[in-house]
């Protein structure tokens, strides 16, 4: 029989994973301060929980998609308060290590198990079912009674191993992502400056060695210099900054072109940019060369 699945935060990648869930055949009970996003759940075929303890009391695995630390932490105070032993929550969003440590920690006093997964992909990449999982947890069991759910919303998963491991697989990940985000906006700006058509720039370099996934989903964003339809705002973005930062600078080990590319964000958000696409990083390096 198939999971009942809970979904805990219900924005951009929360609404993405439990619309694949939902055309899987799963029944999901989703979660969402917004009444707006509760409500665009229950229109797509979800149910719609006025709690996070509402949905761990009918949920066999919860999916957690959440903001930040506090919001974690309120949804662990729930969950905690109606979770049956054996509960599976699988914790998705970019957070600090310790934060996840004490949810494990918070959830197990209960008996549910908590997997640290987040994933990889953009919140475009989330509606095509292009993410990736970075699955990290010590119980093997939960894993795999986990593995039907994951799969419904995800193109690949990868059991990192022991618990936190996933998180920092993402922390590398993230730092790639903040470094070609940023140097793509200056390939295309010097493909501009060269006189080159933006068009052919995307497909040719697009198709070749000075590719990467950055300059696929967001360059095309800064050719048409359109940055309000966001699939990873730039206020969101500036949270896994600082996440990066602190866990690199805590195992010494050097970030500078992680550094570099972290001031033009720090820029954009001066700017007023926060809840634009991260893909407006080529709109500072635009306004530094006129």
Do not use: W
């Amino acid at each position: 029989m198939r999971p009942r699945v809970g979904m805990i935060g219900l924005g951009v990648m929360g609404s993405a994973m439990s619309s694949h869930l939902l055309a899987a055949g799963f029944t999901v009970t989703g979660y969402d301060i917004d009444e707006e996003a509760l409500r665009r759940h229950a229109e797509s075929g979800g149910r719609a929980a006025a709690s996070a303890a509402e949905v761990a009391s009918g949920s066999d695995v919860i999916v957690t998609s959440l903001p930040g630390k506090a919001a974690l932490k309120d949804a662990v105070q729930g969950i905690a308060s109606t979770a049956e032993p054996g509960l599976i929550v699988v914790e998705t969003s970019t957070l600090p290590l310790d934060t996840k440590l004490r949810a494990r920690d918070a959830l197990a006093g209960c008996g549910a198990v908590l997997l640290d997964c987040p994933l990889s992909g953009t919140g475009a990449q989330a509606r095509e079912k292009d993410l990736v999982v970075y699955v990290s947890g010590d119980d093997e069991t939960a894993k795999e009674r986990a593995a039907p759910v994951l799969d419904a919303f995800s193109r690949g998963r990868h059991d990192a191993g022991r618990f936190g491991n996933g998180t920092r697989l993402k922390i590398v990940a993230n730092l790639l992502v903040a470094v070609h985000n940023v140097a793509t906006a200056e390939a295309l700006l010097l493909a501009r400056a060269a006189g080159l058509d933006p068009d052919l720039t995307l497909r040719a370099v697009g198709d070749g060695a000075g590719s990467s996934r950055m300059f696929q989903v967001r360059g095309p964003m800064m050719a048409s210099g359109d940055y309000d339809d966001a699939t990873m705002r730039l206020d969101l973005f500036a949270k896994d900054l600082e996440i990066i930062a602190a866990y690199a600078a805590g195992l010494g080990s050097p970030t500078p072109l992680f550094d570099a590319s972290a001031d033009i964000y720090k820029a954009a958000l001066a700017e007023g940019r926060g809840a634009q696409d991260t893909a407006s990083v080529y709109a500072v390096l635009e306004e530094g060369t006129t």
